[in-house]
């Protein structure tokens, strides 16, 4: 299948500063790619979906500005966590769309904000 | 929004044993997609199964398959000869293929094997 990478797989933060999470499709183009949020033992929350070369639509209830995202190329999308606060805590998955049907996972990310 | 249901929290099976895994969905429409995703301890979510759904014939994939009943829709998932490997949390998601790229997920079912 295809192949997802994502970077940092784990990141510790002091509160109030800004995380950046970045996720590459290796040998695909993904002209759309997800966001998600896991906490343990739930499934997977749905943050917002990027399109490349466009604005991210975002779920009901997540903030746009304060979970920036970009997909400047069709191999990368990015999530930034602005001023990060401990209730930001949790397991951030990212995944691409190859051709029209199918999902690949990213290995994802752990965020501690302490 | 489409709805994707996993009734059994947690199951169990023997090792070398089989096991099915429960999914029902609710739609309207009648083109989409249906997968089975699997996450191990490692967290990475992994494509087990895919099927189409106009696809009459259920998807198999060596030890894997799936019971398709579209009238039904249920989209159940075999595990035969089950592996200490297969432990994991499994999800179930529909995707439709006319309505945007959302793809919606169950709330998943963990599977232990017992050796």
């Known amino acids: 299948g295809a192949v997802v990478s994502q970077h940092p797989s784990w990141v510790i933060c002091k509160s109030g500063t800004s995380v950046k999470i970045e996720c590459r499709s290796l040998?695909?183009?993904?002209?759309?790619m997800f966001w998600y949020r896991q906490f343990p033992k739930q499934s997977l929350m749905l943050m917002a979906t990027?399109?490349?070369?466009?604005?991210?639509?975002?779920e009901q209830g997540v903030e746009k500005d304060k979970f920036l995202i970009n997909h400047a190329s069709l191999t990368l999308s990015t999530l930034t966590v602005t001023s990060a606060h401990p209730e930001d805590s949790s397991f951030y998955i990212c995944?691409?769309?190859?051709?029209?049907?199918?999902?690949?996972f990213g290995p994802g990310t752990r965020l501690l904000v302490l | 929004a489409q709805t994707v249901t996993q009734s059994q929290p947690e199951m169990s099976v023997q090792e070398a044993e089989t096991v099915t895994l429960s999914c029902t969905y609710d739609t309207s429409e009648s083109d989409y997609y249906l997968f089975w995703y699997k996450q191990p301890p490692s967290r990475q979510m992994i494509l087990v199964i895919r099927q189409e759904a106009y696809k009459q014939q259920n998807a198999t994939e060596n030890r894997f398959s799936v019971n398709f009943q579209k009238a039904a829709k249920s989209f159940s998932l075999k595990i035969s000869d089950s592996q200490l490997g297969d432990a994991a949390m499994y999800f179930c998601?529909?995707?439709?293929?006319?309505?945007?790229?959302?793809?919606?997920f169950g709330t998943g079912t963990s599977l232990t094997v017992i050796p």
């Open positions: 990027s399109n490349e070369g466009s604005k991210a639509t975002y």
């Open positions: 040998d695909f183009q993904a002209t759309t």
């Open positions: 995944s691409g769309l190859a051709g029209a049907e199918t999902q690949y």
């Open positions: 998601a529909y995707r439709s293929s006319n309505t945007g790229n959302q793809f919606y």
